[in-house]
T-cell receptor, first 116, second 118 residues
C-alpha cells in the first residue's frame, strides 16, 4: 500500500502571499490531521478532517484553513504568509473508524515551506 | 501546559550501546494511547510503537523495547545494540480519548536527538 503523500515537498514564498499544500492519505484512511513543526515550537496540531468535515482545530489563527475532499485527500491553505510560518508541514492519516478517536497516525514526508 | 515531556535533548552513543529515551506524560483521561515516532533527517515521522492505557505489559519488538508505568506516568523506550541508522530524533506522543477537542490530535514531546557513532 502506498504511504501518505504530500505535495509539493519544498516551497518558497514571500510575505503576504498565500500557499496551498496537498495531502493524499493511505488508501482506505478517512481521517487526515495536519501538523506544523518549527524549531521553536516543535510539533503542533493544526486540524483534523474526517468525511469532509473539520472535527478538531488547534490553536492557530484563522489564516490557517483546510478542507477535505470526498476521496479523503486534504488541502491546507495559509493566507497572508508571515515569516514565522516557515516550517515543516506534516500531514498524517488514520482509518477514522475508532469511536474513541484513538488510532495510529501515519505521516507523510512533509512540505518544507520557507517564507522570505 | 506541556503534556508530554522528554527531558533529554540529545543522547550520543557508540554503536552497539543501548539507548533509553525517557518520556513523562500528563493526562486526566483514563483512556489514552502513547506512541513513539522516529524522525530521520529526511523529515518524515515514522511510527514505531503504540501502547494503550489499559495495557501496562512491557514488550520487546526486535531491538526496540518499552517500559510503560502508569504509576509514574512514564513511557520509556529502549533501543538495544544501537546502529548508525538509528540516528534520528525520537518523539513521544499522547493521544487522549476525552472530549471532541482530542479528535485526531497527537500531542508531542520536544523530541530527543539520538546520535550513534561507529
Amino acid at each position: 500500500k502506498a504511504g501518505v503523500t504530500q505535495t509539493p515537498r519544498y516551497l518558497i514564498k514571500t510575505r503576504g502571499q498565500q500557499v496551498t499544500l496537498s495531502c493524499s492519505p493511505i488508501s482506505g484512511h478517512r481521517s487526515v490531521s495536519w501538523y506544523q513543526q518549527t524549531p521553536g515550537q516543535g510539533l503542533q496540531f493544526l486540524f483534523e478532517y474526517f468525511s469532509e468535515t473539520q472535527r478538531n482545530k488547534g490553536n492557530f489563527p484563522g489564516r490557517f484553513s483546510g478542507r477535505q475532499f470526498s476521496n479523503s485527500r486534504s488541502e491546507m491553505n495559509v493566507s497572508t504568509l508571515e515569516l514565522g510560518d516557515s516550517a515543516l508541514y506534516l500531514c498524517a492519516s488514520s482509518l477514522g473508524l475508532a469511536i474513541s478517536g484513538l488510532e495510529t497516525q501515519y505521516f507523510g514526508p512533509g512540505t518544507r515551506l520557507l517564507v522570505l | 501546559a506541556q503534556k508530554v515531556t522528554q527531558a533529554q535533548t540529545e543522547i550520543s552513543v557508540v554503536e552497539k550501546e543501548d539507548v533509553t529515551l525517557d518520556c513523562v506524560y500528563e493526562t486526566r483521561d483514563t483512556t489514552y494511547y502513547l506512541f513513539w515516532y522516529k524522525q530521520p533527517p529526511s523529515g518524515e515521522l515514522v511510527f514505531l510503537i503504540r501502547r494503550n492505557s489499559f495495557d501496562e505489559q512491557n514488550e520487546i519488538s526486535g531491538r526496540y523495547s518499552w517500559n510503560f508505568q502508569k504509576s509514574t506516568s512514564s513511557f520509556n523506550f529502549t533501543i538495544t545494540a544501537s546502529q548508525v541508522v538509528d540516528s534520528a530524533v525520537y518523539f513521544c506522543a499522547l493521544s487522549e480519548a476525552g472530549a471532541t477537542d482530542s479528535w485526531g490530535k497527537l500531542q508531542f514531546g520536544a523530541g530527543t536527538q539520538v546520535v550513534v557513532t561507529p
